[in-house]
Nanobody
Framework: QVQVVESGGGLVQPGGSLRLSCEVSDQLFKFSEMGWYRQIPGWQREMVATITVGLRVIYADSVKGRFRISRDNAKNTLYLEMNSLKPEDTAIYYC??????WGQGTQVTVSS
């Protein structure tokens, strides 16, 4: 069974930065499109960024120019670098892994 574990969330002031990580237990990582999503309680989960095996990336309009998704196939790990954070970026961030497996999420709170 594939396991997906996110980390790196926390409390940050507006304008600050965070780096999220997503570790995948399965070698399927190397052959899978990966993505970051976020959800505010009571709202639908939304796509933040995705990256294909061939390193093609797609970003939500709301994060373009501020967030950067990347992957390290040697470590089976997905990253999300978040800069110029805004209060509206506050959410639980989830990693979607191989076979559409979801992690437990990591809370990001942007507040002064």
């Amino acid at each position: 069974q594939v396991q997906v574990v996110e980390s790196g969330g926390g409390l940050v002031q507006p304008g600050g930065s965070l780096r999220l990580s997503c570790e995948v237990s399965d070698q399927l990582f190397k052959f899978s499109e990966m993505g970051w999503y976020r959800q505010i309680p009571g709202w639908q989960r939304e796509m933040v960024a995705t990256i294909t095996v061939g390193l093609r990336v797609i970003y939500a309009d709301s994060v373009k120019g501020r967030f950067r998704i990347s992957r390290d196939n040697a470590k089976n790990t997905l990253y999300l670098e978040m800069n110029s954070l805004k209060p509206e970026d506050t959410a639980i961030y989830y990693c979607k892994g191989p076979r559409d497996t979801w992690g437990q999420g990591t809370q990001v709170t942007v507040s002064s």
